[in-house]
């Protein structure tokens, strides 16, 4: 199971730091052999890649429209890994989704994760 929470209502230029804590196996794989990722969907929106790790955290990649505002990282000893998102904007607000991949590197395409959480809701206002 994965469960995302850390979400919440923030105004713009805020910052949150979402955590995903794994428990058992993450769709076959343990969480610390297993690709990390988030993605965010807003309302009538596709859902969209946001960051990756791989599975010793030493590899890391984030959409190129987020990097320097947001970086994601793990702690494979917590069986968790987080999102930490700085100068929020209002279109920043979605659903974040943590997943796992069906690998230990990094996937940057949702096809290639195989493993879901439910997600939790950033709202960012001006």
């Known amino acids: 199971q994965l469960q995302a929470s850390g979400g919440g209502l923030v105004q713009a230029g805020g910052s949150l730091r979402l955590s995903c804590a794994a428990s058992?196996?993450?769709?076959?794989?343990?969480?610390?052999?297993?690709?990390m990722g988030w993605f965010r969907q807003a309302p009538g929106k596709e859902r969209e890649f946001v960051a990756a790790?791989?599975?010793?955290?030493?590899?890391?990649t984030e959409s190129d429209s987020l990097k320097g505002r947001f970086t994601i990282s793990r702690d494979n000893v917590a069986n968790t890994v987080y999102l930490q998102m700085n100068s929020l904007k209002p279109e920043d607000t979605a659903r974040y989704y943590c997943?796992?991949?069906?690998?230990?590197?990094?996937?940057?395409?949702?096809?290639?994760?195989?493993?879901w959480g439910q997600g939790t809701l950033v709202t960012v206002s001006s």
């Open positions: 058992g196996r993450t769709g076959g794989r343990s969480f610390s052999n297993s690709g």
């Open positions: 997943a796992a991949a069906r690998g230990p590197t990094i996937e940057t395409s949702v096809d290639l994760y195989n493993y």
């Open positions: 790790i791989n599975w010793n955290g030493r590899e890391t």
